[in-house]
């Protein structure tokens, strides 16, 4: 037997999955409130302790540990560029791709009251772009002399116009920050790079945040980098849809993720247009995307959620799956505060756990819209045509949940069918008819983190334990 432990430092729980690597099977799962205000080790001993009483582990038997961490806020970065739509997006989508949660995003020249909101933010790393390589040079120059002058203290990254880069780079380490370089993000109008700066994104969250996070200790116990949760799960899916060695992988695909502060979707998929005469404008779409809302969990943000939705449409929904909910003096609205206040709240009746159902099945329908592409009519000196923006998922081949709500909720099928096409939307280009699938052993994020190793293991290990569901109707 070769026993891995994979182990995320929640922001709510951290959680344990022990896998035999030998014998590609999990052989338990634990969990314990994370401890990041005292002490993170001492969450993780009660979640080992629970590992060992569940399942009979041997600790004396685990050869490997890898980890991840969303535990105080996650990998939180402020993103900086040109034109939004551009070079800002650029810097946005390397974030994102790094596991980050972009907490704050500005275009054109910043002003100190930009400054004092990305000092307040309290960000792991600014990422600072702008220009494409020859091009403006003014802004990028303009906005690295205010952070130079800022409070800003954590490490800035710089990754735009390469004319000038040096020369930025230099100004911000005389004024004492800490500085890194890497390639523009986006070089030229129509090519996006964001790679070498999602790669030292991880190397900075290695080398300065584990520390800032009170992680050390955790990171001594596993023996090797702690990395961000969400990239994880991009891996996780990178690998399922592409596969590895000799391992085929399962095609294109989208990962729901729904959490109680965000909501994050993955996708795989290369992009396409909706027809062969589709008009394709914006910047080009990464084949491997992540995008993040912040404002869809379904504990803090679910005050958020149900106004989206209304009082009226979340009754009907809650009426759907629970029927005796008119018989109750149950208050919509009181229970929407409860849990915003408190967000460690784990229903335990079957009314409760429909609620939840409810706002997750609602974050998840707006969160895909999001992430997907849009495509509609429009007129032109042509004639009238389809003109497309962002991904398009229509033809997408395998759907994925992941998260709390699709080990502990009920009805999770619900979950994942509210990412799918919906008639009366069809300008979103959400998938139309995937096969679909539930992460009932809460792995994907350890799968990822196996991915990183022992690929080909990780993967069949995620085929055998993927359960694939139905949809009614």
């Not at 951290?14 to 401890?35: F, M, N, W, Y």
């Not at 494409?132 to 802004?139: E, I, M, S």
């Not at 391992?247 to 994050?264: D, Q, R, Y």
Request: proline fraction near 5%; hydrophobic fraction near 40%.
């Amino acid at each position: 037997m070769s026993v891995c432990l994979l182990i995320d430092f929640g922001s709510t729980y951290t959680k344990i999955l022990a896998v035999d690597l030998a014998g590609e099977v999990i052989l338990g799962r634990a969990q314990a409130p994370t401890t990041i205000e005292t002490d993170v080790t001492i969450g993780l001993r009660k979640a080992l302790n629970e590992l060992v009483d569940s399942c009979g582990l041997d600790l004396d038997q685990v050869e490997n540990k890898f980890a991840s961490s969303s535990a105080a806020g996650g990998l939180k970065m402020a993103a900086i560029g040109l034109v939004p739509e551009l070079t800002l997006e650029a810097a946005r989508r390397a974030c994102l791709g790094a596991g980050a949660k972009v907490v704050c995003s500005y275009g054109f020249e910043i002003d100190k009251e930009v400054v004092a909101e990305i000092e307040a933010a309290r960000c792991d790393i600014v990422l600072l772009c702008g220009g494409t390589d020859g091009g403006d040079k003014r802004v990028i120059t303009h906005n690295a002399r205010l952070l130079a002058r800022s409070g800003v203290d954590c490490p800035i990254l710089v990754a735009g116009n390469r004319v000038v880069a040096d020369t930025i780079r230099e100004m911000l380490e005389r004024e004492g920050k800490r500085v890194y370089r890497a390639t523009n993000v986006l070089p030229t109008l129509d090519i996006v790079q964001v790679e070498p700066a999602q790669a030292l994104i991880r190397d900075i969250f290695i080398a300065h945040i584990t520390h800032a996070k009170g992680l050390d200790k955790a990171a001594e116990f596993v023996g090797g980098p702690i990395i961000p949760t969400p990239k994880a799960t991009l891996q996780a899916a990178a690998l399922l849809a592409d596969g590895a060695e000799d391992e085929t992988g399962i095609g294109s695909l989208l990962v729901v993720e729904v959490g109680g502060a965000t909501t994050n979707i993955h996708s795989v998929a290369d992009q396409s247009p909706v027809t062969p005469q589709t008009v394709i404008r914006g910047l080009p779409e990464s084949r491997v995307k992540r995008t993040v809302e912040g404002d869809l969990g379904i504990r803090y943000n679910a005050p958020t959620i149900y106004d989206f939705v209304g009082r009226d449409t979340f009754m009907t929904k809650l009426r759907a799956l629970h029927p005796p909910v008119d018989g109750t003096d149950f208050d919509p609205d009181r229970h929407i505060d409860y849990l915003s206040e408190n967000v460690g709240h784990v229903p335990t009746t079957e009314l409760g756990l429909s609620a939840d159902i409810v706002l997750a099945e609602s974050a998840a329908s707006i969160a895909v819209e999001r992430h997907a592409g849009t495509a509609r009519q429009e007129f032109s000196v042509v004639g009238e045509i389809l003109v497309q923006h962002g991904k398009n998922l229509l033809e997408v081949e395998n759907l994925i949940g992941t998260g709390g709500i699709f080990r502990y909720g009920l009805h999770p099928e619900r979950v994942l069918q509210a990412a799918l096409f919906n008639p009366n939307r069809p300008w979103s280009l959400k998938p139309k008819s995937p096969k679909s699938f539930i992460d009932r052993n809460y792995m994907m994020y350890g799968i990822g983190l196996l991915a990183e190793h022992f690929p080909a293991q990780a993967l069949r290990i995620a085929k055998k334990y993927l359960k694939e569901t139905k949809f009614e109707g």
